[in-house]
């Protein structure tokens, strides 16, 4: 079974500091993964994509991908109190368009 | 449309009823996708449309579940005799055939069923 796996957290930052939220897949041939974001009763909506091993940044949104251990990270920089949200790590699983979600991480931003 | 839409916000029904939910993709997005998110869950996949092809159906949990969507826009989930683990979020989400891996969700339906 082709799955996505996080912990589920809570995962607790003051404010300021770097939030580093970690996800591995099994789908080997997996090769495009997303971070969404989701806050409390509102709809999932995408942070990042990455499709390439190393590093994407984007404002203070890093995405890091190694293919080679099957993991996927998002670090967030300079963490806000708005931040606070789960964070869902999803790959779009290999030969196909079905994409698999993880259980997604909470993360608590303190001020 | 503006984004993607979905009907009713809430759905609360008794047990054994069946219940229609609609999503209204963004206009010209040819995939959608239904997921499913109980109460503090990741979201499960349940089917798949793309295009005029034949649907991925393998995350239907029961053959009480099932979709349909008309001339590539409007897609109805139907869920069958309801069960009181059926209670979730319905969220639906669709992309466009050139960036197909990036989806925007609706704001989901609360089914409760009580």
């Known amino acids: 079974q082709k799955e996505v796996e996080q912990n589920s957290g809570p995962l607790s930052v003051p404010e300021g500091a770097i939030a580093s939220l970690n996800c591995t897949y099994s789908d080997r041939g997996s090769q495009s993964f997303f971070w969404y974001r989701q806050y409390s009763g509102k709809s999932p909506e995408l942070i990042m994509f990455?499709?390439?091993?190393g590093d994407k940044e984007d404002g203070r949104f890093t995405a890091q991908l190694n293919k080679a251990s099957q993991y996927v990270s998002l670090l967030i920089r300079d963490s806000q109190p708005s931040d606070s949200a789960t964070y869902l790590c999803a790959a779009l699983t290999s030969g196909g368009f079905k994409t698999i979600f993880g259980a997604g991480t909470r993360l608590f931003v303190k001020a | 449309g503006a984004g993607v839409s979905q009907s009713p916000s809430n759905k609360v029904t008794e047990k054994g009823k069946d219940v229609e939910l609609r999503c209204d993709p963004i206009s010209g997005h040819t995939a959608l996708y239904w997921y499913r998110q109980s109460l503090g869950q990741g979201l499960e996949f349940l089917i798949y449309f793309q295009g005029n092809s034949a649907p991925d159906k393998s995350g239907l949990p029961s053959d009480r579940f099932s979709a349909e969507r008309t001339g590539g826009s409007v897609s109805t989930l139907t869920i069958q005799r309801t069960q009181q683990e059926d209670s979730a979020v319905y969220l639906c989400?669709?992309?466009?055939?050139?960036?197909?891996?990036?989806?925007?969700f609706g704001p989901g339906t609360r089914l409760l069923v009580l």
């Open positions: 989400a669709s992309s466009s055939t050139r960036a197909q891996e990036t989806q925007y």
């Open positions: 990455i499709y390439s091993n």
